[in-house]
């Protein structure tokens, strides 16, 4: 299984990593406040934490849909929260155009379910120097995901890992699939579980995707249990006015509960397993 040393945290270790945050950019002000209560609440649990954040969100349902503030503002912002919390930034990028950008701010790029598929785009994040998390398609079985890690590691990225975040059931609606996680790490790559994109309901609400969050923790400890290297949650600390996500967010006040449960789940599958 590869490592991946990011800063001051390890992803594919022997202790899980969270990626956080909200789902897009809707201001500085909430951005940064954000990075600080998760920030505090992973330094109290010692628990390893990458701040994410998306700068837009150019897969929306509408048109009408909030995109968020854009490359430039969108990196301002999110530099301001690495100077200012001295964490890892997580973002996904849209179009090959945007990775030299992102590359000079962010330590991870994240290929977007939708364009897992997306060779160019792939390839293009891998020459930034960046790790890459490359978030499985809806539509892809978990052995697919192989050849997007070939893509990545041929054009020369030293860092790769995959995200599991479930897959399209009938219409509006997404299952996870617990043998897919195995499945995944055949790739010899670390392999994390998207824990709130996973209770989404794509399209589900007309003009937006719907959701229900109350599940958001389950999954994930079930998806601990069945053995991870890291766990993805969207946070906000008003879900329901949240501008993009909001009925899959966690609210951040749950945050420190969630990680407990499911770091408490790992750690004892990893003790059964060593013994």
């Known amino acids: 299984m590869q490592t991946i040393k990011l800063n001051n945290i390890t992803i594919g270790g022997s202790a ?3 990626i956080m945050g909200p789902c897009v950019i809707e201001d500085e002000a909430s951005c940064l406040a954000a990075a600080e209560r998760l920030a505090g609440i992973t330094d109290g649990l010692g628990a ?4 994410k954040a998306s700068y837009d969100k150019a897969n929306r349902t509408s048109a009408n849909s909030f995109r968020g503030p854009g490359l430039k503002e969108g990196l301002r912002i999110l530099k301001k929260v690495k100077g200012a919390f001295n964490v890892p930034i997580l973002t996904d990028v849209h179009c090959r155009h945007d990775v030299a950008a992102v590359a000079e701010v962010c330590d991870i790029i994240q290929i977007p379910a939708y364009l897992c598929r997306q060779t160019d785009l792939i390839v293009e994040a891998a020459k930034s120097g960046r790790v ?5 398609g809806q539509f892809l079985s978990p052995q697919d995901m192989r050849n997007s890690v070939e893509k990545a590691s041929a054009a020369g990225c030293k860092g790769v890992f995959i995200t599991e975040r479930g897959t399209t059931f009938g219409y509006n609606n997404l299952v996870v699939d ?3 996680l195995p499945v995944m790490r055949e790739t010899g790559t670390p392999v994390v579980f998207d824990a709130t994109h996973s209770v989404q309901t794509p399209g589900g609400m007309g003009g937006c995707s719907g959701g229900d969050r109350r599940m958001a923790r389950y999954l994930a ?13 969207e946070v906000h600390a008003e879900p329901d006015k949240a501008l993009c996500d909001g009925p899959n967010s966690i609210a951040i006040d749950d945050v420190k509960a969630v990680i407990e449960e499911i770091t408490a789940i790992d750690k004892a599958v990893r003790q059964a397993r060593a013994s």
């Open 48 to 51: 390893q934490f990458v701040f």
């Open 221 to 233: 400890g079930a998806a601990a249990a069945v053995g991870i290297d890291g766990v993805f949650m």
């Open 178 to 180: 617990f043998r897919g």
């Open 132 to 136: 890459v998390n490359i978030k499985k």
């Open 16 to 18: 899980l990593f969270f």
